[in-house]
């Protein structure tokens, strides 16, 4: 069954970084889109970066210039470098890919269980 599995994130001082890493498995013909999104309680789930299959990237603004974003298509993976972490990242990360699984059927949204990141002041 085609899933997304996800890892990283933990918890760091305001200025150090974290990584987040995710890879989507299973049956799959072809990996769209991928990329990140955040939500803290109460809130809707923001984008943070996304990833096309052509390796183009785009960035919320809130991250730009901190955050970047990278892929394998060998291994259907993404990946997350999280530098100069303000307090306001604090938020569980989660991991998204847009995945064509079978010949027919239009692409659909898959989503990693989540990761934690805690950024202290």
């Known amino acids: 069954q085609t899933q997304v599995s996800q890892s990283g994130g933990g918890t760091m001082q305001a200025g150090g970084s974290l990584r987040l890493s995710c890879a989507a498995s299973?049956?799959?013909?072809?990996?769209?889109?991928m990329g990140w999104y955040r939500q803290t309680p109460g809130q809707q789930r923001e984008m943070v970066a996304l990833?096309?299959?052509?390796?183009?990237?785009r960035y919320a603004d809130f991250v730009r210039g901190r955050f970047t974003i990278s892929r394998d298509n060998f291994d259907n993976s993404v990946a997350l470098q999280m530098n100069s972490l303000e307090p306001g990242d604090t938020a569980t990360y989660y991991c998204?890919?847009?995945?064509?699984?079978?010949?027919?059927?239009?692409?659909?949204?898959?989503w990693g269980q989540g990761s934690q990141v805690t950024v202290s002041s």
């Open positions: 299973g049956r799959i013909l072809t990996v769209f889109d």
């Open positions: 990833i096309g299959i052509d390796g183009r990237a």
């Open positions: 998204y890919a847009n995945i064509k699984v079978t010949i027919g059927p239009r692409p659909a949204d898959y």
